[in-house]
């Protein structure tokens, strides 16, 4: 079982946690990690994209010359894909790209990398978040404390001070246990977690009882 030592905002060790080895020592699965980063980024494709078929483009209304006798190709329309300012043939109108990805996958995608960060040791367990206003410049002393000024942090969401306090950091972000996600957690260089945080996020990946 990995024991991690627990620190407070000003970088000082305060206690110990034993963090559950289903979770935090699994085995790291590249594969899975791209399978979920890729998932994640289609999800959020805005998919707005949009051309215009003939039917679409304005005007091109009336036939532009004869159908015989000129010599020429016979046309029925200045707004054909051939013509400058026609239409578009197959292209991209707007989509949503999000497909579905099992639960199952998602969980051990997310397994392995919380392992990986703390087999890198780059996940740093704090006591808790405290703050005594919802002031970036708070968050960001604390951060720099901790050495730890691009990551991703994560604790609950009745820590508004928190919350609201990161929403302009330039490097790093908040999350609650809920939002923890794969592309983030590789997004970002380190892991600051709270301890109530931590177990939260255990109890919802440990892996059930076969």
């Known amino acids: 079982m990995?024991?991690?030592?627990?620190?407070?905002?000003?970088?000082?060790?305060?206690?110990?946690?034993?963090l559950d080895d289903r979770?935090?020592?699994?085995?790291?699965?590249?594969?899975?990690?791209?399978?979920?980063v890729k998932w994640q980024r289609a999800k959020r494709r805005a998919g707005?994209?949009?051309t215009r078929t003939v039917a679409e483009v304005r005007g091109g209304g009336k036939k532009p010359y004869r159908q015989k006798g000129t010599g020429r190709a016979r046309q029925g329309s200045t707004r054909a894909p051939q013509f400058v300012g026609g239409g578009t043939v197959f292209g991209p109108h707007p989509r949503d790209y999000g497909y579905a990805?099992?639960?199952?996958?998602?969980?051990?995608?997310?397994?392995s990398a919380l392992s990986l960060r703390l087999k890198e040791a780059r996940v740093i367990v704090l006591d808790?978040?405290?703050?005594?206003?919802?002031?970036?410049?708070?968050v960001a002393s604390a951060l720099k404390k901790l050495g730890a000024e691009r990551a991703l942090i994560v604790d609950t969401k009745e820590n508004e001070a928190l919350a609201r306090g990161a929403r302009n950091l330039a490097r790093a972000r908040w999350v609650a246990p809920e939002g923890l996600n794969?592309?983030?957690?590789?997004?970002?260089e380190l892991l600051v977690i709270t301890q109530d945080s931590a177990k939260k996020v255990e109890a919802a990946l440990r892996p059930a009882a076969k």
């Not at 794969?182 to 997004?187: A, H």
Request: charged share 30%.
């Open 23 to 36: 979770v935090w020592a699994a085995d790291v699965n590249e594969h899975l990690l791209w399978e979920v």
């Open 2 to 18: 990995p024991t991690i030592d627990v620190k407070n905002t000003s970088g000082d060790t305060v206690g110990i946690i034993d």
């Open 182 to 188: 794969v592309y983030d957690l590789l997004d970002h």
């Open 128 to 138: 808790r978040f405290v703050l005594d206003h919802a002031k970036t410049r708070e």
């Open 48 to 50: 707005t994209h949009s």
């Open 101 to 111: 990805l099992p639960k199952k996958v998602r969980r051990g995608a997310l397994r």
